[in-house]
């Protein structure tokens, strides 16, 4: 059955093949972005694919910009953006932390307040959190884009929770480590404010992780993946993949039982 889909953050990566992706499928997207440009770039693809989306500018830490989603009606709702910036939890300046906090939680959180109001209305609809393995392991040099991953993961859940009575679903979707750009791009900031002479943290420590990002999924089978559960009325709260990323995650959750200091 076709659905309604309002997806934050389309302007780029694995959100904004997907909003094309569910708009082939039939369903109806509004696909917001963060920028004008990225708005006129996405239009202009659908237009040429001639695909029923709806796009605006939409920047979640803007309150005019998140008032525009109570003017929808909507079936899914999916909370996407987000920024992703790296540095040692031990150094990194607070204001980049507070940054990220700043859309990835809170402005992330407003959104979805605004949608659960419209769907419990309602009473029905879903709410699809886009978190990541950030919100389930924690890897060096990755602490300030983790630990807003594992607030969206303690939200979603309670959420869960506290929706269900009114009809309304919630889930996550927590994609590997996949070559659209966005990991790459997270270590740029680091490189602003870090000081081999003031800093403790080694540089060679935080490049030799960067290296891990050279071998990255194809982000076409994460696509899909998106096109096959955010309309789905039955699967599980928290969907892992690619498998192995699944399955490591659940190794590392393991782990941290037996861990010592």
């Known amino acids: 059955m076709a659905k309604t889909i309002f997806i ?93 906090f700043e859309v990835n939680v809170f402005a992330t959180l407003e959104t979805v307040q605004l949608a659960a109001r419209n769907l419990v209305k309602k009473g ?10 950030a919100g389930i392991s924690a890897t060096p040099y990755v602490g300030p884009y983790t630990a807003t991953k594992h607030a969206i993961e303690g939200i979603a859940q309670t959420l869960k929770s506290e929706l269900e009575e009114f009809g309304v679903k919630v889930a996550t979707i927590n994609p590997g480590a996949f070559e659209t750009g ?13 000081d081999d002479e003031k800093n403790f943290t080694r540089k060679e420590d935080m490049l030799k992780q960067q290296e891990g990002l050279k071998d990255q999924f194809d982000p076409e089978d994460m696509i899909q993946k ?36």
């Not at 029905?124 to 393995?133: A, Y």
């Not at 966005?182 to 870090?194: L, M």
């Not at 993949?241 to 941290?256: D, F, G, I, M, V």
């Open 124 to 133: 029905s609809g879903k709410i699809v959190f886009m978190s990541s393995m």
């Open 8 to 100: 934050t953050g389309a302007g780029s990566g694995l959100a904004r093949e997907a909003s094309l992706g569910l708009a082939k499928k039939g369903h109806r997207v509004i696909a917001t972005t963060e920028l004008t440009s990225q708005k006129t770039d996405l239009m202009r693809e659908a237009e040429e694919q001639n695909l029923d989306i709806e796009v605006f500018k939409l920047d979640i830490t803007n309150s005019r910009d998140r008032e525009q989603i109570t003017k929808y009606d909507f079936d899914v709702f999916v909370a996407n953006a987000a920024i992703n910036e790296g540095g040692p939890l031990g150094e990194v300046p607070m204001d980049r932390f507070r940054a990220l």
């Open 182 to 194: 966005f990991n790459k791009r997270s270590a740029e900031e680091i490189w602003k404010w870090f």
């Open 226 to 261: 998106m096109i096959e559960i955010i309309p789905a009325e039955n699967h599980k709260f928290r969907t892992v993949y690619p498998e192995e990323t699944e399955k490591q995650l659940k190794e590392t959750q393991q782990e941290r039982w037996e861990m010592k200091i």
